[in-house]
């Protein structure tokens, strides 16, 4: 079946750190990618998608390409902020189905 | 402001208790769905509806039970709750075209943290 899988956290960085979180996929038909990210207390938003190979997804500074080589779809960020401290989800949808698989979530704390 | 509200936010329960947390969305989405979270699985989508009156299960549907007579709304219920029931439940919702064609963008609710004692 289809599956996610995220690098386990948590991620502690400092501010203006560089940030890489893993992501990679497994997926019986063609899927679109994306990366949803939960603020402490609040529901998922989504932060960035990519819908076909070598799309790059971008938002608020994060930055993730869609690697069908390599079943990748790593999330990066230059310089994080401590307003960026949330748990961040990979997840991926087959065209023509409405499920959304997601990831475990890692969580990525930056302090000041 | 386009959003999708769930109610209650908190609910402390009993075991074999049926309750129902509510879910409406504002934005006359066809597609709407229920998530549970647990720390360190994720997101596991329960159930989920792509139009009135048409529901589906899905990774976890053991122990719910959803109806979808509105357009808006979207209650999960919970007949006999368990304390394996014990979770934050999330309502998401998007639009769909003919068919299965879901729109990439899914609009969650601010979440539901349930405990069964």
């Known amino acids: 079946g289809d599956s996610v899988t995220q690098m386990e956290g948590p991620v502690t960085l400092s501010e203006e750190a560089f940030l890489t979180i893993n992501c990679t996929y497994t997926?019986?038909?063609?899927?679109?990618l994306f990366w949803y990210v939960q603020y402490p207390g609040e529901g998922l938003q989504l932060l960035l998608k990519?819908?076909?190979?070598?799309d790059k997804g971008s938002n608020k500074g994060f930055e993730a390409t869609y690697r069908k080589e390599t079943t990748s779809f790593h999330l990066e960020k230059g310089s994080v902020q401590v307003s960026d401290s949330a748990v961040y989800f990979c997840?991926?949808?087959?065209?023509?189905?409405?499920?959304?698989?997601f990831g475990k979530g890692t969580m990525l704390l930056v302090s000041p | 402001e386009a959003q999708v509200t769930q109610n209650p936010r908190y609910l402390i329960t009993v075991t074999g208790k049926k309750l129902t947390v509510t879910c409406s969305q504002n934005?006359?989405?066809?597609?709407m769905s229920w998530y549970r979270q647990d720390p360190g699985l994720g997101l596991r989508q329960i159930y989920y509806?792509?139009?009135?009156?048409?529901?589906d299960k899905g990774d976890v549907p053991e122990g719910y039970k959803v109806s979808r007579k509105e357009k808006r709304n979207f209650p999960l219920i919970l007949e006999s709750p368990s304390p394996n029931q014990t979770s934050l439940y999330f309502c998401?919702?998007?639009?769909?075209?003919?068919?299965?064609?879901?729109?990439?963008?899914?609009?969650f609710g601010p979440g539901t943290r349930l405990t069964v004692l």
């Open positions: 998401a919702s998007s639009s769909a075209g003919l068919g299965r064609e879901v729109a990439d963008t899914q609009y």
């Open positions: 997926a019986t038909g063609y899927p679109s």
């Open positions: 990519a819908t076909k190979a070598d």
């Open positions: 997840a991926l949808r087959i065209a023509g189905y409405s499920t959304l698989t």
């Open positions: 934005m006359n989405h066809e597609y």
């Open positions: 509806s792509m139009n009135v009156e048409v529901t």
